[in-house]
């Protein structure tokens, strides 16, 4: 069984940069591709960003694209988000999620993290 648990997300001011992980319990987690996808109030959830399992490949969404980055450390089963230039609109719960290549569809992820609360408020 695989469970993610993310930590790090916060209230933080617009223009503010924060970083959030994904624990994950398995030791196998170099086998999966990691995503993050994030959730607004009243919107569906959205594709963040995602990273292959050993090549490091990473893809974006058009619109963290320069601002965040995805990253992970398999030796200790914890990927990564680093949010830069936060605004707003960044606002959302944010899940970590596990599968086997990093698809843009959420429905691809076998497993998922709770999710944590970013708020971007001055």
């Known amino acids: 069984q695989v469970q993610l648990v993310e930590s790090g997300g916060g209230l933080v001011q617009p223009g503010a940069s924060l970083t959030l992980s994904c624990a994950c319990s398995?030791?196998?987690?170099?086998?999966?591709?990691v995503a993050w996808f994030r959730q607004a109030p009243g919107k569906e959830r959205e594709f963040v960003a995602s990273?292959?399992?050993?090549?490091?490949?990473?893809y974006y969404s058009n619109f963290v694209e320069g601002r965040f980055t995805i990253s992970r450390d398999n030796a200790k089963n914890t990927a990564y988000l680093q949010m830069n230039r936060l605004s707003s609109e960044d606002t959302a719960v944010y899940y970590c999620?596990?599968?086997?290549?990093?698809?843009?569809?959420?429905?691809?992820?076998?497993?998922w993290g709770q999710g944590a609360q970013v708020t971007v408020s001055s």
């Open positions: 398995s030791r196998t987690f170099e086998t999966y591709a």
């Open positions: 999620a596990a599968g086997f290549a990093p698809y843009r569809e959420e429905s691809e992820y076998h497993y």
């Open positions: 990273i292959g399992r050993t090549d490091g490949r990473t």
